[in-house]
């Protein structure tokens, strides 16, 4: 079955959207299995900046048909704000399909993601504030409205009032926040419904025809393997499962549809919010990082902590994911440096670790072990093959390569479309 899954291998902000919508171009659907608009994908076409959180990437091709599957969580003020924003753009969002099962984001959901991180202070996990915690967590306990529920008006009302009495007693005397509106959330969301009636459909049914049918699939997932809310650096994450076991429950398909899964990695490696980060820089170095690769968040602008790759980091990527083969990205900012490193190992606790460890107190000890590569220092972005790089560069992919046990088939030098290239 022509299965194919595009992740990251970091923490994110890999660059995944882009090789999504590279993959795209031969795909018949793309389709998001976990997540929220807490993700974002950044996509530049002839020059011209698309930037997506929600909706997945294959949506700039007109032949692919883009799904939001049952494992996502979907704030319908926002979908319908990005389909807007495409329309607007010339791209067709009609083609749009998303699970019935798929969970709604509420507004107390929002709510309470901003107060609950403020009030734990110094403790603070670094989330979006868009209610991508809250809502999972309603799924889990099963207080969750899904998408499907703004359709029978009754049914809504109904789980909606019984959210709203539990919800509006913790803003109210847990957080000293006003209590929400029920009549108002209803009003609001209920008027979502005729306009995201034609969009909604079984999801898991359309990919397993489409596999049937040997049409091909991409499934696109959000932030990283080390965000992930169970392999990930826990409390440090995201709340779903954004490694490649999260397609089959977040698309409602088997683990033996799939037959390739790539791990999107910079040639560095950056982190957005708080939690550990062994390679991290803290010095002109990093910020050059920052400043030239444009580390901003696509969602939040956030700036990003950036540091040098985590080879350590990246094989575990390989391991949890079961990575066939990886997609190297930005590898044009490293031409700026003349040393570049990579972290083989870490030294932690008078121990040390070839295996990311999973013990919280020795990954915050960390101490990465790094050996130092030759850099290039000339400008690569008008590179088209492998070949065609500068040997130290050539010799970097390669050692990365090496390290991760698995092969880099894809590699990009610049944001555009045409400044990413497959090496056979």
């Known amino acids: 079955m022509p299965a194919s899954v595009v992740l990251g291998a970091q923490w994110g902000d890999e660059g995944k959207g882009k090789i999504t919508d590279l993959f795209s171009e031969s795909a018949d659907l793309v389709v998001r299995y976990q997540g929220g608009n807490n993700a974002g994908h950044t996509i530049v076409v002839d020059g011209e900046r698309f930037a997506l959180s929600l909706i997945p990437s294959g949506v700039l091709y007109p032949n692919v048909t883009p799904v939001i599957g049952n494992g996502c969580v979907v704030d319908p003020r926002v979908l319908l704000e990005e389909m807007d924003a495409l329309s607007a753009r010339g791209i067709d969002p009609s083609r749009v399909r998303i699970s019935g099962n798929a969970h709604l984001i509420?507004?107390?959901?929002?709510?309470?993601?901003?107060?609950?991180?403020?009030?734990?202070?110094k403790q603070q996990i670094g989330t979006t504030k868009r209610g991508i915690g809250p809502a999972y967590m309603d799924k889990y306990s099963r207080f969750g409205i899904r998408v499907q529920d703004l359709f029978d008006p009754k049914i809504f009302r109904q789980k909606?009032?019984?959210?709203?009495?539990?919800?509006?007693?913790?803003?109210?005397?847990?957080?000293?926040?006003?209590?929400?509106?029920?009549?108002?959330?209803?009003?609001?969301?209920?008027?979502?419904?005729?306009?995201?009636?034609?969009?909604?459909?079984?999801?898991?049914?359309?990919?397993?025809?489409?596999?049937?049918?040997?049409?091909?699939?991409?499934?696109?997932?959000?932030?990283?393997?080390?965000?992930?809310?169970?392999?990930?650096?826990?409390?440090?994450?995201?709340?779903?499962?954004?490694?490649?076991?999260?397609?089959?429950?977040?698309?409602?398909?088997?683990?033996?549809?799939?037959?390739?899964?790539?791990?999107?990695?910079?040639?560095?490696?950056?982190?957005?919010?708080?939690?550990?980060?062994?390679?991290e820089l803290h010095d002109e170095i990093g910020e050059q990082m920052v400043q030239i690769g444009g580390e901003y968040?696509?969602?939040?602008?956030?700036?990003?902590?950036?540091?040098?790759?985590?080879?350590?980091?990246?094989?575990?990527?390989?391991?949890?994911?079961?990575?066939?083969?990886?997609?190297?990205?930005?590898?044009?900012?490293?031409?700026?440096?003349?040393?570049?490193?990579?972290?083989?190992?870490?030294?932690?606790?008078?121990?040390?670790?070839?295996e990311f460890p999973r013990q919280q107190r020795v990954l915050y000890n960390c101490i990465p072990v790094y050996e130092e590569h030759e850099g290039w220092q000339v400008d690569i972005t008008g590179v088209r093959s492998f070949a065609e790089l500068p040997e130290a560069a050539r010799r970097y992919v390669l050692r990365i390569e090496e390290l991760a046990g698995v092969p880099i088939t894809t590699i990009s030098v610049g944001p555009g479309r045409e400044a990413t290239f497959h090496r056979p």
């Open 297 to 354: 968040g696509v969602v939040t602008g956030r700036r990003r902590r950036c540091g040098w790759l985590d080879a350590v980091a990246l094989r575990y990527a390989v391991r949890v994911n079961g990575l066939t083969d990886i997609a190297l990205t930005k590898l044009d900012v490293l031409s700026h440096f003349e040393t570049i490193k990579i972290a083989i190992a870490y030294d932690s606790l008078g121990e040390r670790y070839t």
């Open 106 to 121: 509420m507004p107390y959901h929002r709510k309470l993601d901003a107060v609950m991180e403020r009030y734990l202070g």
């Open 160 to 279: 909606l009032d019984v959210a709203i009495k539990d919800k509006n007693k913790q803003l109210t005397k847990v957080y000293n926040q006003l209590p929400l509106d029920a009549d108002e959330i209803a009003e609001e969301y209920l008027g979502y419904a005729d306009r995201i009636l034609d969009h909604v459909t079984d999801t898991s049914l359309l990919i397993w025809e489409a596999l049937r049918d040997e049409r091909q699939v991409l499934f696109e997932g959000a932030q990283g393997t080390l965000l992930d809310i169970d392999h990930g650096t826990y409390p440090f994450v995201t709340s779903s499962n954004p490694t490649a076991g999260g397609v089959s429950t977040g698309a409602g398909i088997g683990p033996k549809a799939i037959d390739r899964v790539v791990g999107v990695t910079k040639a560095y490696i950056s982190r957005v919010g708080t939690g550990p980060f062994p390679t």
